[in-house]
């Protein structure tokens, strides 16, 4: 196992993501047996760091991975859990959330803990002082209950920028998602880079775009596979993770034994991508993304011609993230933090906006596609 330095701890470049666990019937029934042998097999090879949420498998994988890490001494792994403020009835509640969490997993202390998913949706009310949550977390680390500060985001640049402006330097580091197709898809480069200058080092989340990356479609595989011959896909978005050194753990959110298996054998050594690898693999997603998304440049020419004042480019951004995931829940958790007025479904379809674009992008069509799709979700 490689392991990376971070604050006098040697951390597992690979961590144990608890968000996919196998499960039963339902998404919250654990296969407990199953999840024993995965954890059992990741500590004996290695693997020291296990993350897991307050949300996760209805709740209960902290409870699952407590029990299960509980036969082993306490100083050989460290446990990352979050603040669900993902969800805003759960605002101003971080006391009890954070004693239940505790609880739950059976410990004294979180060695890692995450502010979760800031992102459009939650921003004011996380920077809003009334709520006072942050602090309650940054009071527990004084306390010696959190060890390690940071936060996980899935919002736009323009909300990380917020959130890092306020609590950037308390913020010791941060969960992203990152992979090659979101490097610039997502704007997974701009936002590592911002980090890079708060010197927040990068926790990877989805480096396989939640598997997208491993089964890639023929026309897509055609142009990645030969970029290093003879490995997996999978390997391959792995080798491209190596390749970032702000990243200090990679998380990987493991359903079966045979996973575990082959994702340690993936972090057995380091074997980053060249500069030419690199480039290839960039260009092979540029291509990925352009196969299926409009090419909109976020010139915003089309906004001052739109009657019902939607942020086109926004809507556009989000209905390409939506439409290339198939779902997902990033557009949807963005646009509820927008007015009704402000959805796709508030196009009037008057053509003004594409009679202005200079991508020629059917504008009207593509927002009345993404009504369409979001109801249908
Ligand atoms: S077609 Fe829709 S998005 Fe374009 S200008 Fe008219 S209302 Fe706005
Ligand atoms: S004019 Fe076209 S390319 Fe420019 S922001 Fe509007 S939709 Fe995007």
Aim: net charge negative; charged share 25%; aromatic share 12%.
């Amino acid at each position: 196992m490689i392991y990376r330095d971070f604050k006098g701890l040697k951390l597992s470049a690979l961590g144990f993501g608890a968000m996919r666990l196998p499960t039963g019937s339902s998404d919250g029934d654990i296969n407990e047996a199953e999840t024993e042998k995965m954890i059992d097999y990741a500590i004996s090879h290695g693997i020291n760091y296990f993350d897991t949420a307050w949300g996760y498998h209805d709740g209960n994988s902290e409870t699952v991975v407590g029990k299960y890490l509980k036969k082993y001494d306490r100083s050989k792994y460290y446990i990352a859990t979050k603040f669900p403020g993902y969800d805003l009835k759960n605002m101003g509640h971080a006391a009890e959330i954070f004693e239940k969490q505790l609880e739950k997993m059976q410990a004294n202390y979180f060695d890692f803990y995450l502010m979760h998913n800031v992102c459009e949706l939650n921003i004011e009310q996380y920077l809003d002082p009334q709520y006072q949550d942050t602090e309650y977390m940054i009071a527990q680390r004084a306390a010696g209950k959190i060890k390690h500060l940071g936060f996980s985001a899935h919002g736009d640049m323009e909300t990380l920028k917020r959130f890092l402006e306020k609590y950037g330097s308390e913020m010791e580091f941060c969960q992203l998602q990152i992979n090659y197709l979101d490097w610039e898809f997502q704007e997974a480069d701009r936002k590592y880079k911002l980090l890079e200058k708060y010197n927040i080092p990068v926790w990877v989340m989805e480096p396989l775009r939640g598997g997208r990356l491993c089964e890639l479609k023929p026309y897509e595989a055609e142009a990645v596979d030969k970029i290093r011959p003879g490995i997996s896909q999978t390997e391959l978005a792995f080798r491209f993770i190596q390749s970032l050194p702000n990243v200090k753990v990679t998380l990987s959110g493991m359903s079966s034994l045979e996973q575990v298996q082959q994702n340690i054998g993936f972090f057995e050594e380091e074997k980053p991508l060249n500069s030419e690898e690199m480039k290839q693999l960039l260009e092979a997603a540029k291509g990925m993304v352009n196969n299926k998304t409009v090419p909109c440049t976020a010139c915003h020419y089309c906004v001052s011609h739109c009657p019902a004042e939607l942020d086109i480019p926004k809507l556009l951004n989000l209905y390409n993230e939506h439409y290339f995931t198939d779902g997902g829940f990033i557009a949807p958790m963005a646009l509820a933090a927008m007015g009704e007025d402000k959805q796709p479904s508030a196009c009037l379809s008057c053509g003004s906006c594409a009679a202005v674009c200079p991508q020629r992008i059917d504008i009207p069509g593509t927002l009345a596609k993404f009504a369409e799709m979001l109801a249908k979700h």
